[in-house]
């Protein structure tokens, strides 16, 4: 009798079923870790803009635009010492530094940084901000988290500034999760 030392094809597909149950483990735990990257990544853009336009105030003694909702092209611009052109940052002093956004690669998605419409999160959603324009260092948001009843309003918020990101349920294909992805500046 011989003996030999291969494997059966038996073997070979228990092995083959055990890797492939292992993989299915390991996807979920993969797209977690991504998201949670791109929350990291979200927080960390709403602290620099919030501080930035701070320090604006700080060296010129007003806020910039400070009728803006959105974190749009000209905000961006004023802010990174680009547009020295008015009366807004003549100095051409750099408070805040941004790339151009990255365009979504499938599968993966893409990273925050500028486009056409302004400053906006690794989801493609422009950051939403709040200054206080009256200044009384209180300012007032609606916005934050979605939930079922709607977004939440804080009043009162002791804040010169607060920059948050809000996905609208319309462009985003995942609307019922988009209050993990909600990121603030407080």
Known sequence: MRKTSAFT????LIVIAIIGILMSLLFP???SAIDAARKAQAKNDVTQIASAIVAYETEYGKLPLPTKTTVDTALVNILAGIDTSTSNNSRGIV???VGARKP?????GGKSGTNASGFVDPWGNVYQIVMDDDYNNRINVTAGKETAAGSDTITDLMKK???FN???SSADSKATNSFRRAVRSW
């Open 9 to 12: 094809l038996i073997e070979l």
């Open 29 to 31: 735990a993969a797209g």
């Open 95 to 97: 408070f805040l530094e």
């Open 104 to 108: 979504d690669i499938p599968g993966k």
């Open 161 to 163: 500034v607060a920059v």
């Open 166 to 168: 809000f996905s609208s």
